[in-house]
């Protein structure tokens, strides 16, 4: 019987308030458990860090239940069958999982999907091709629905998920402008990418140079950060405009305590009614029916070069935290993943 | 030739701030001009007062045009035809116009719709066959799409839209809650419309009952009123709520310098987000293509009693303003028409 090994994983050690730090993650090791009938033992070669995960780490009430004190932190991965009592599976296979931030997992088989290595790196599982992708294009396809010639914005534009929604809404014929932090991640969102503008959300005169790059309004706006950027983009929406909401980055670290002092409310609210605005907030399981579509379409757009991604990896486990903590302050380019083994 | 007749009418003498005075209207007499070819002259017999026509009385940006300084007040009105010089109309005829706050009014026929007197009483045309009966059958069917068994809630449930949202609800098989003020319109919300339940906003202890009331949570809020009824039904939300908002007559009198201390729009985004909830505002023209199914439908529910009204009837356009601003305060009981002429 070969020898178990030792995994290494972070648990949440704390709730943060506000924003999370250091002292919120702890990490661990324990040997790994014999398999039983049935299952796999998987060794962790990508974790995904997304901003989803910071809602994890409180108790209040969502679609997920929050991860437990002491419980290893939630997250998608690519992993590598290391052992098998389970027929459908062979040592080496590469699998998509849903694992957490861990070196290794034993699973039952039920919730892994088996990647093909020579038909897309396979750490695009989770990001283009995997649940930030999907986000971008059952956000757009159900929610979003831009039209031809109709503008969309999207924020976060250089991140996983907004560098598809404004990809993709291109091909649908939509104008697209970006939103992102620093100069560098603008140039790549026109450069690169080929969004119609981009507007660095630093810049003192923000609200001012997104209005100028929506000389015909907005007809989509894609939440996925909140706060500021929210309050530029709002006075710009078209009658009849869409605003899918799949993230609110810029509150996950709010303190609740901390009160603005004026009521936003009711100025939306009144937009809502006078402008027939549609505000959705969805998460992409909902439309997971429309999976298949989707990985036969993007799939299409990768290979035709209509559809880029650029990941930001980082090595080690270890620096997961540091990482994530970093994500949610806008630091990493492109799609943030962890190379856990290699 | 005959007499021109004198046409009485009244018009915003000025914008309000907040809420609407009785100096803010005016009302004039002027003799009634020759019909030229293709034309008709109306006597106004009925003018609809509806929430809306407080937004009017704004010169903010919105889906409609403000009532100029000076401009007659506008509305919908039940006409008979006094003169025509337009082969469609003969003398006598009853027609659906929008010919605002006004005794006469002349007409080239294109925006009136002739009504039958013998089918139902012509005052159905301005309220539950009529714009408000539409507006809560559109609402229902295209954005709150209630399922039976899930709870519907509506305020204002006693007047012209809440009142058809409720029953109309009821018909496609939810259980509805309806929330007025005072006990007279919460027992006629129960005994004569058969909601499952009322909840008057009035009693100290109205977010509490509204809890009690809605024990399965909210699934469609009917969104006519805003402000604090908004407040005590947004914890409520189930996932995947639907809000349709029609209306929001707690805010059309506020004053905007007025800030409230804490915002609220954090709050409800992170609620849109993690409820994937549906905020939808509309105006029932956006379905115009659905009105003769309407027409249809309710026509039935009508002649099934399942769909039943009130009418609250103020005798004379002199009365019109004082009757305005007390449907602004919720004074009405039931749709509000003012008899111009009989």
Known sequence: MPTQPTATRVVLASRPSGKPVAENFRLEAETVRDLAEGE??????????DPYMRGRMDDAKS????????????????ARVLRTRNAAFDPGDIVLSH????SHA???GSDLRKLDP???????ALGVLGMPGFTAY????????????????????SGAVGSAVGQIARIFGARVVGIAGGREKCDYLRDVLGFDAAVDHHSSDFATALAAACPQGIDVYFENVGGPVWSAVFPLLNDFAR?????????YNEDSSVANSHDQLPAVMRAILRKSLTIRGFIQ???????????????AWIAEGRLKHKEDIVVGLENAPEAFIGLLEGKNFGKLIVRVAS
Request: some cysteine.
């Open 138 to 157: 059952a956000g757009l396809r159900n929610i979003g629905k831009p039209k031809a010639g109709e503008t969309v914005v999207v924020a976060a534009a």
């Open 243 to 251: 605003v899918p909401v799949c993230g609110l980055i810029a509150h």
């Open 40 to 49: 796999v033992l998987l060794q962790i070669l990508y974790l995904s860090l």
């Open 285 to 299: 399981r909902e439309f997971a029916d429309q999976r298949s579509d989707f990985y036969r379409e993007a799939g």
């Open 99 to 102: 694992s957490g931030w861990q």
């Open 118 to 124: 020579g038909q897309a790196p396979v750490t695009t």
């Open 63 to 78: 679609y997920a239940k929050p991860v437990e004190i002491g419980g290893v932190m939630e997250g998608g991965t690519v």
């Open 106 to 108: 034993i699973s039952n």
